[in-house]
């Protein structure tokens, strides 16, 4: 027999936003500004954070990253060798960060010693919309790889993130992704009020207009 518990969701639910709000105003009392860049698996998030990591590096800003992974050190490691102070923060089995989560992290760092905290939440599309951790900006990641019909299909993520970045244009050709459809599909879904970021980071394009819209 299947029981369905309707009710436990939302409590889940509520109990995130709470202690996501009271992560949020701990960070702040550190003056940090904080980012959680969601998205899948091979999306380019890991890359990509380096990559604004070592532009605010270069003006003067003290950044650490927080690695989310459901298990390893692969991305933590990635940070570290880069030179980006990193912290490893493994879900066990969740396929998402959540609020508490983070609590824990933040709770062995010296907040004191960072004015950025970029998060790097688990490679998926789908539930990290539903988790807030506290942070200023939700950021969510895709890449011409994963094919035209991303914002189509996952409709939660684009809605619940403040700003929708496409990266690997440069390849967009070679793998048969026509950028313009995605940033259509988002432009629509977001009322056209919001436009999607294109980047490539490999090549350094786009990443000042990404900044800038995180205003970093
Ligand atoms: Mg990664
Ligand atoms: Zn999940």
């Known amino acids: 027999?299947?029981?369905?518990?309707?009710?436990?969701?939302?409590?889940?639910?509520?109990?995130?936003?709470?202690?996501?709000?009271?992560?949020?105003?701990?960070?702040?009392?550190?003056g940090i500004k904080s980012i959680d860049f969601m998205g899948s698996i091979g999306a380019g998030k890991t890359a990509l954070i380096i990559k604004l990591a070592e532009k605010l590096r270069a003006k003067g800003v003290r950044v650490c990253a927080i690695a989310g992974d459901v298990t390893g050190?692969?991305?933590?490691?990635?940070?570290?060798?880069?030179?980006?102070?990193?912290?490893?923060?493994?879900?066990g089995h969740e396929c998402h960060l959540d609020a508490n989560l983070i609590r824990k992290t933040l709770?062995?760092?010296?907040?004191?010693?960072?004015?950025?905290?970029?998060?790097?939440?688990?490679?998926?599309?789908?539930?990290?919309?539903?988790?807030p951790l506290g942070?200023?900006?939700?950021?969510?990641?895709?890449?011409?790889?994963?094919?035209?019909d991303m914002v189509r299909k996952h409709h939660?993520?684009?809605?619940?993130?403040?700003?929708?970045?496409?990266n690997k244009v440069d390849i967009a050709d070679a793998v048969d992704v026509d950028p313009d459809v995605i940033a259509r599909d988002y432009n629509k879904l977001t009322g056209g009020i919001k436009n999607i970021y294109k980047c490539s980071v490999k090549k350094e394009q786009g990443l000042d207009e990404i900044l800038a819209a995180l205003k970093l």
């Open 156 to 166: 939660d993520i684009f809605i619940h993130s403040d700003v929708a970045i496409l």
């Open 73 to 91: 050190a692969d991305d933590y490691t990635r940070f570290e060798k880069s030179g980006l102070e990193a912290v490893n923060c493994n879900t």
């Open 1 to 30: 027999m299947h029981i369905v518990q309707p009710g436990m969701e939302i409590d889940v639910l509520k109990e995130n936003n709470k202690v996501a709000h009271e992560n949020y105003r701990l960070m702040k009392s550190h």
């Open 135 to 148: 942070t200023d900006y939700r950021v969510v990641v895709v890449s011409t790889t994963e094919g035209d």
């Open 107 to 131: 709770s062995t760092m010296d907040l004191d010693k960072y004015d950025v905290i970029l998060i790097e939440n688990v490679g998926n599309l789908v539930c990290p919309a539903d988790f």
